[in-house]
């Protein structure tokens, strides 16, 4: 228990600046570089990794039904928030990726015969409820947003669909060897999508862009990764899917506590609707011990 909650926290600090890291590596690199990169360092790091531990990253049967449930469904959801990201604001990204738990709720009980509770569905519709009030006050979105807007819904499902997927797939197996094989997965399906645009390459080597796209691949891909698909693997994809939606609302938070930035009535209503959310989605957990 004590061990999956410091892995949930660890990943709730680490998703809470991803957004900024992922604005900055695509200001001077094309996001389909931005992409490459890094996984690509990110596979690197994980081979190492793997050899260091004796790990051997293996194909077979299994692995591979894991590696594309991990690697497959994670990169079609990246390349499309990324690509959607360049035309609305990132309010609405995260607005749209808070229905993680209400679609991982209806995929695991259609996917995993698991029975949803009441609990999770009302807890799922409180926390989204609070999303949408912090987040009511930049929701702008023009007629130019509106193919990004149904794309990364696509994403936001499809990253649903592979938690889910994920669970089923990865029991029994290391899971350095589902982060390693996933990765390679992500590596080779945004190199596809770097080359089709062309190889597209900074004139230099801009510090703050290349500093952001090494955080994310040393802390964003090989450490929350390799927690995410662990938590994924021990607990419920519901419960996993609630920590995408606490780091949206801990990003807020660290904006005011380092950035002085405001807080709004609606971003205080939104964080009180939410922590509810949480506490009577966590209400079966409880009851069931």
């Known amino acids: 228990m004590f061990i999956h909650l410091a892995g949930a926290l660890s990943l709730v600090c680490i998703w809470s600046t991803t957004a900024l890291s992922i604005k900055w590596s695509v200001v001077d690199y094309h996001y389909s570089a931005a992409l490459f990169f890094r996984f690509a360092l990110a596979f690197v790091i994980l081979l190492m990794v793997a050899a260091y531990r004796g790990v051997k990253i293996r194909p077979s049967r299994e692995a591979w039904r894991a590696w594309i449930a991990g690697g497959g469904y994670t990169v079609f959801a990246m390349i499309c928030t990324y690509w959607a ?12 990726y ?52 149904l794309v990364i819904l696509l994403a936001v499902t499809v990253n649903s669909l592979g938690a889910v997927r994920l ?10 060897l589902v982060s390693t094989g996933s990765i390679g997965v992500c590596v080779v399906a945004s190199a596809v999508v770097w080359l089709a645009y062309g190889i597209p390459l900074p004139a230099g ?40 939606m606490i780091a949206t609302v801990s990003a807020l938070w660290f904006g005011y506590a380092l ?20 506490g009577v989605h966590q209400m079966g957990v409880l009851r069931s011990r």
């Not at 669970?167 to 350095?176: E, N, W, Y």
């Open 85 to 96: 990201a360049q035309y609305v604001n990132s309010g609405l990204v995260a607005v749209l």
């Open 98 to 149: 808070g229905l993680n738990p209400l679609l991982a709720v209806i995929l695991a009980s259609l996917l995993l015969r698991q029975k949803i509770q009441r609990n999770e569905v009302v807890g799922c519709i409180l926390a989204l409820g609070g999303l949408a009030a912090i987040f009511s006050e930049h929701l702008h979105l023009g007629a130019e947003g509106i193919p990004a807007f």
């Open 167 to 176: 669970k089923v797939h990865s029991q029994g197996l290391d899971t350095l």
């Open 205 to 244: 080597v801009p510090l703050r862009a290349t500093g952001a796209i090494v955080y994310l691949a040393l802390v964003g891909s090989v450490f929350a990764m390799s927690v995410y698909f662990w938590l994924i693997r021990e607990c419920r994809p519901t419960q996993v899917a609630l920590i995408p």
């Open 259 to 278: 950035n002085n930035e405001v807080l709004t009535r609606e971003v205080l209503l939104g964080t009180v609707l939410i922590v509810a959310g949480l």
